[in-house]
């Protein structure tokens, strides 16, 4: 159960509350992901994430940020998606007041030092070249980028060179004033707390905060034609994702996705697996999952394999989507794979860190919040010809797109193989 309160400001708290841990995570959502960025601020989102770090008022540097919650044996981390970002801080539940202290200083009072800014800036050009060298990282920003072409979703999240060298103190406290409000924020408590203490602490730590959202993302707009996307580099492997654009997490059809997803490549008695690596060995990785815009969405196999059987993994896992768009999954299969959805969402939310984020991305995105239950019976409720049906929707030749990096130097061999 969860429960959902505002702050006077408007600003939302959410409330998870569980019994028989012995910690509670503190988690603030933000409406802040790359998406809302425009050509000239990109990676400015995520950028802003590594200098909320950098101290605010009471706790001043990196180094007293990071000691506060080292001293308790607390975890503490953020991270920036397409459509949002997030902070927190997990502790032992005695700690949870100095968990919203550090969060409420850096998000808050954060000031951005010119000199922090200057050196985080040769952090953040390491960490982008560290995803051009790993190509199961980047395999999958090339297959967004051909999906979705020059607009905001098909942009790294990352950003690009010239404008992390180039922003600047302003820049960060006009992004900050222009995102981090009110109307654009959660506060979510999930572990051992009650409602009457996280609704204090959230008073008392960010009832300060306010503004008004700037501006929204900006919806989808036409997409590229194209249908592949190769770099070709001497790499030991090839690295492959064969996909296509699937549907949003509003859709009706959401949960039939997973479902899907979970069929084709989501665990080790998938098809996918089973078929290509086992029976082949073909790969060592090799998985189907989704991706869940809030306008779009993306079902996608990646794989990992020699490159003299580059051509041969990709006929493999074509035939797997063929198969399945012309005859559909099996009722044993759907069963298997809503189990299989179930149990990872149980486990999952054992952990309060994954419950506060269950929670909290719902209230920030979505027009309603499923609790557990409604989750469950959400994904109960989908049908075979459902599945099946979004099958013969999705997987069709004129939908595949697939993005490459390795040895391979022939576009036509492999626009070939999506015919």
Same mark, same amino acid.
């Given at each position: ?78 991270? !920036? ?12 539940? !005695? ?107 959230? *008073? ?11 501006? *929204? ?7 590229? !034609?194209?249908? +592949? ?28 996705? %997973? ?78 794979? %809503? ?7 149980? +486990? /999952?939310?054992?952990? /309060? ?39 013969? %929707? +999705? ?25």
């Amino acid at each position: 159960m969860f429960t959902l309160n505002r702050l006077p400001s408007g600003l939302p708290v959410l409330i998870a509350p569980v019994q028989g841990t012995a910690a509670v995570t503190v988690l603030v959502f933000a409406g802040a992901g790359s998406r809302y960025e425009v050509n000239a601020e990109r990676g400015i989102s995520h950028f802003l994430e590594h200098m909320f770090f950098k101290g605010g008022k009471k706790y001043t540097s990196a180094a007293q940020v990071s000691m506060a919650i080292d001293a308790i044996g607390g975890d503490f981390n953020a991270f !920036t998606g397409k459509e949002y970002a997030g902070y927190y801080v997990k502790v032992e539940a !005695t700690h949870t007041e100095l968990a919203c202290d550090v969060l409420s200083d850096m998000l808050i009072h954060a000031t951005f030092p010119q000199e922090e800014i200057e050196k985080e800036r040769g952090v953040i050009i390491e960490e982008y070249r560290m995803y051009q060298d790993t190509p199961m990282y980047q395999t999958g920003w090339d297959f967004e980028q051909l999906l979705f072409g020059d607009q905001p979703l098909g942009w790294d999240t990352i950003g690009t060179e010239d404008v992390i060298r180039s922003v600047n103190q302003k820049d960060f406290m006009r992004h900050k004033n222009s995102f981090y409000t009110p109307d654009n924020l959660v506060v979510t408590f999930a572990g051992n707390i009650t409602e009457k203490d996280g609704m204090k602490l959230a *008073e008392t730590y960010f009832g300060s905060v306010g503004g008004k959202k700037a501006r *929204e993302w900006q919806p989808l707009g036409a997409c590229p !034609t194209e249908r +592949l996307f190769l770099r070709t580099k001497p790499t030991e492997q090839a690295h492959l994702v064969l996909g296509v654009q699937g549907v949003s997490s509003q859709d009706p059809d959401h949960f039939a996705q %997973k479902i899907l997803a979970a069929v084709l490549g989501g665990s080790m008695s998938s098809r996918m697996f089973l078929n290509i690596r086992e029976a082949k060995g073909m790969c060592y990785y090799i998985s189907t999952s989704t991706d869940n815009y809030m306008d779009v969405g993306i079902l996608s196999t990646r794989a990992g394999v020699d490159t003299s059987r580059l051509h041969e993994a990709i006929s493999l896992i074509r035939h797997e989507y063929d198969v399945c768009a012309k005859d559909g999954i099996t009722k044993d299969e759907l069963k298997r794979a %809503k189990d299989f959805l179930k149990g990872k969402v149980t +486990l /999952s939310l054992e952990d /309060s860190e994954e419950r506060a984020h269950f929670y909290g991305k719902q209230q920030l995105l979505y027009p309603k919040v499923r609790d557990i239950p409604d989750y469950m019976k959400a994904i109960d409720d989908v049908t075979l010809d459902q599945v099946n049906a979004l099958a013969r %929707k +999705l997987l069709i030749t004129s939908n595949l797109r697939l993005a490459v990096i390795g040895k391979e130097e022939k576009k036509e061999a492999l626009l070939h193989l999506l015919d």
